[in-house]
């Protein structure tokens, strides 16, 4: 469930060599104040930290970073949420999607009102 290993992801570094929060924040597009934000709000998410505090992120930590923003900032979840999701297991939080920088849109806008749908029974499933 790599997806440091995505093309869109790709900083010269090896998929499996650690990031620091600069490095993530920038091949996420994500300010790093919201990285350390999301420590908090998601225990899971524990990267290594050396002298000074410096924070290391794995390629797990990578994948987990790459599953909640696109839980939180793609799908529209809570935070609340997004920690169920993935602490539950639920396909949505286990299935990476391509890291992008820009929001998704479908190839064809007749797609759209199906999406909208698909996404409305999906939250309803998940909700009960």
């Not at 602490?87 to 797609?111: C, F, M, N, Q, Y």
């Amino acid at each position: 469930m790599s997806d440091a290993g995505h093309p869109a992801f790709d900083d010269g570094k090896e998929p499996d060599a650690l990031r620091t929060i600069g490095e993530l924040a920038a091949g996420f597009g994500i300010r790093q104040h919201v990285l350390r934000y999301w420590e908090q709000q998601f225990p899971m998410l524990r990267p290594l930290k050396r002298s000074g505090g410096r924070r290391y992120y794995r390629p797990e930590d990578v994948a987990l970073v790459a599953t909640i923003d696109r839980l939180i900032n793609r799908e529209g979840y809570t935070l609340k949420g997004a920690r169920q999701a993935i602490e539950k297991g639920t396909p949505a939080a286990t299935v990476p999607l391509p890291i992008s920088r820009g929001p998704a849109s479908p190839a064809d806008p007749a797609l759209l009102p199906q999406l909208r749908s698909i996404r409305q029974r999906l939250a309803a499933a998940l909700a009960t």
